[in-house]
Structure formats: structure tokens, C-alpha cells
């Protein structure tokens, strides 16, 4: 066992070359998950509401992103992202943008469908309630059916933003220096603890998920009593 190796290179694998150099390791994963996890869930939360709609320009536009997105694997729209947009915009996009925007486009699809689901899921009867009070139909969806939809639909978000993460790992692919890039950069210097460096890596990205799903989890709890006292 040669924990010793890992020791030395802990830090590189934390923060990458930074700051002498770009951010990476565990930091740079951490940060493309939050960004990802932002944008996916605002974008997902837009189309999931358009897949509700009764208009046909804003149902099947939706509709079709969805299928579109979910029947295609992330590898392959990290690289066509990727190896498209220097094509369109004439100039080569860094990795680290083309990478987020793949998980965004990505994880969006699926945060459609939860939101989707999870309205379905609430008694009909809340939305002509809430429109027999004078609400009109954006200010009942608004104030009154997502709300709770959303709260149901928090074990949902968390498994799919607990998956994200973990798919930061493919952003290697493309030379991103994430987490798992650090840890096959230090274990290309060593060639001597391949067992341990990865070993720790796993570690790390137990830790991210756990710490996920324990904010859930508590969120959860503190919406419970929330609802219980109103």
C-alpha cells in the first residue's frame, strides 16, 4: 500500500494545478455540478410546464426536445457539443463551457419529465379550485399547484442531481480536468498506486452524493413540518 503517493498528490487532486494554474480536480467537478444542477433545473422546470400545456407550439416543441435528449447517450452530446460549436459560431469553445452545457441540455430532459409527473400526480381538482377563487391559470400553477408539486418532486431532483454529478466523470473525455482526469494524471506520473488513487476518488465522490442526499433528506423533513403546522 502506498497511501504516501496519494498524500503527495492530494492537493492536485483537490484543486488541480490552481493557482498557478486552471482550477481541477474535486474543485473544478464541484463547480461544473453546481452550474449544471442550476441550469438544468430552471431549464427542465420551463419545458416540463410546456409539456403541460394545452398549445400545440409550446407542447410538441417540448415533447420532442424530451425524447430527443433522453434517446441520446451523454458521451456522445458531450462531443457533439463540443466538436458542433466551433463549427457554428467559428471559433473553438473552451471544454469546461461545452461540457456544462451538454449536462445542462442533458439533465434538463429529465427534470422535464419529473416536473411533468409530479403535477400530474396532484388531484385535478386543485386547479379548477384555485381558478373558482379568480386565479388565473399562471397565478394558480404559480402560487398554488407547484408548490406542492415541487416538494414531492424532491427525491426525484436529488437522484437526478446526484447522477449528474457523477457523470462529471465524462467531462474526461474531452481533456476536462475534473476529478477523475486529476486522479489518471497522477496515476500516469506514479505507475506505482493505481488502487489507492482511485480508491480515494471514490471516496470523494461519495462524500459529494451522500452530503446530496442528506440536504435532501433534511430539506424533506423541514418541508414536512413546514406543512404540518399550516
Do not use: H
Request: overall charge positive; hydrophobic content about 55%; glycine content about 6%.
Amino acid at each position: 500500500m502506498q497511501w504516501n503517493i496519494v498524500a503527495d498528490n492530494f492537493e492536485y487532486l483537490l484543486i488541480g494545478a490552481y493557482p498557478e494554474g486552471p482550477l481541477g480536480g474535486l474543485a473544478l467537478t464541484v463547480v461544473m455540478a453546481a452550474i449544471s444542477i442550476f441550469g438544468a433545473f430552471w431549464l427542465g422546470l420551463i419545458i416540463g410546464l410546456m409539456r403541460l400545456s394545452k398549445r400545440w407550439w409550446l407542447k410538441w416543441p417540448s415533447f420532442v426536445y424530451i425524447e430527443i435528449i433522453r434517446g441520446i447517450p451523454l458521451l456522445m452530446l458531450i462531443l457533439w457539443v463540443y466538436f458542433l460549436f466551433p463549427v457554428v459560431m467559428g471559433k473553438a469553445m473552451p471544454e469546461n463551457d461545452s461540457v456544462i452545457i451538454a449536462f445542462v441540455v442533458f439533465t434538463a430532459a429529465y427534470i422535464a419529465e419529473i416536473v411533468r409527473a409530479g403535477v400530474l400526480a396532484l388531484p385535478s381538482g386543485q386547479m379548477e379550485a384555485s381558478r373558482a377563487t379568480g386565479l388565473s391559470k399562471f397565478q394558480a400553477m404559480k402560487y398554488v399547484i407547484l408548490p406542492q408539486a415541487l416538494r414531492n418532486m424532491i427525491p426525484s431532483f436529488v437522484n437526478q442531481f446526484v447522477s449528474l454529478t457523477k457523470d462529471t466523470s465524462l467531462a474526461y473525455i474531452i481533456g476536462v480536468a475534473e476529478l477523475t482526469r486529476a486522479a489518471t494524471q497522477v496515476n500516469n506520473r506514479t505507475l506505482s498506486a493505481p488502487m489507492e488513487i482511485y480508491l480515494t476518488i471514490l471516496v470523494m465522490y461519495f462524500i459529494i452524493c451522500y452530503v446530496l442526499t442528506s440536504f435532501s433528506r433534511r430539506l424533506e423533513r423541514k418541508m414536512a413540518r413546514y406543512q404540518a403546522r399550516g
